[in-house]
């Protein structure tokens, strides 16, 4: 399968550093920050190390200091269960924030994974904290993140809760292509970073019935998928095996984290 020609398909590696020049800046905090107010954001945030493959940023129960960014790359957010497994509590792409859902409690109620070699930025929420009492848009800007994190909570309960499998897989993909558009990256070729049995996991389906919803997408002509490798084919037709018919718009923003 040849990769389709005039298509931007996403590189997860390739982004640039300060806020100031950041192809993120519009998708997590810095968002209606511009001049000398931007400059005081990008003075608290910590270029970290990057994390290789499986490597954690943050272990469940671990104190909480900070929250992240990711820059480039991608995570898995997950709790252990009682027989030692893992259970995937969302994904996260470049531009998104982990570790708001620490802040009540001052410890971290799961555990977040590299799923990939990735970069995160840090931000230490004790000097957000203070930064925060001196730009108004700032705070807004963190009460609006907070507020999707609720909204993108809901929305994957009413999913898990109500939907087929055919219907889970195919709200995923478009959540998927629809994060990736927002990042000015193709919509309909992507590469998945995360395993079946990561996407299994997360949309409470066995990993043999993943595979062969992915198989069945491919004969029905819904999407091409090689390994990690996928192009979405028939849009229409994915929106409304997931019930979202509207889902393209900017407002319909299901399971993004």
């Known amino acids: 399968m040849g990769i389709m020609q005039n298509k931007k398909v996403i590189n997860l590696h390739a982004v640039k550093v300060a806020c100031n020049e950041c192809s993120l800046h519009q998708l997590c905090l810095p968002r209606s920050i511009n001049g ?114 609720i909204f993108d909570d809901q929305e994957l309960m009413l999913l898990l809760g109500k939907k087929t499998a055919e219907a889970r897989l195919s709200a995923f993909l478009l959540s998927i292509s629809l994060r990736f558009k927002q990042r000015g990256f193709s919509s309909s070729e992507f590469y998945l970073s995360m395993s079946r049995n990561d996407i299994a996991n997360y949309l409470g389906l066995a990993v043999e019935t993943v595979s062969r919803m992915f198989t069945r997408f491919q004969e029905d002509g819904l999407i091409d998928a090689e390994r990690k490798h996928i192009i979405i084919k028939n849009r229409d037709d994915l929106q409304k095996i997931a019930g979202m018919n509207d889902y393209c718009s900017e407002d319909k923003k299901v399971i993004h984290s």
């Open 36 to 149: 000398s107010d931007l400059e005081k954001l990008d003075q608290i945030i910590e270029r970290k190390k990057p994390l290789k493959r499986n490597e954690h940023l943050f272990q469940m129960g671990s104190s909480f200091h900070s929250i992240y960014v990711v820059r480039s790359g991608s995570l898995k957010t997950y709790s252990p269960t009682v027989d030692g497994q893992e259970q995937v509590t969302g994904f996260h792409l470049p531009g998104e924030l982990l570790g708001l859902d620490a802040i009540g409690k001052g410890s971290h109620p799961c555990a977040a994974k590299a799923l990939e070699m990735t970069s995160v930025c840090e931000v230490p929420f004790s000097n957000l904290e203070h930064l925060i009492q001196e730009l108004p848009s700032l705070q807004h800007q963190l009460l609006r993140l907070m507020s999707k994190e």
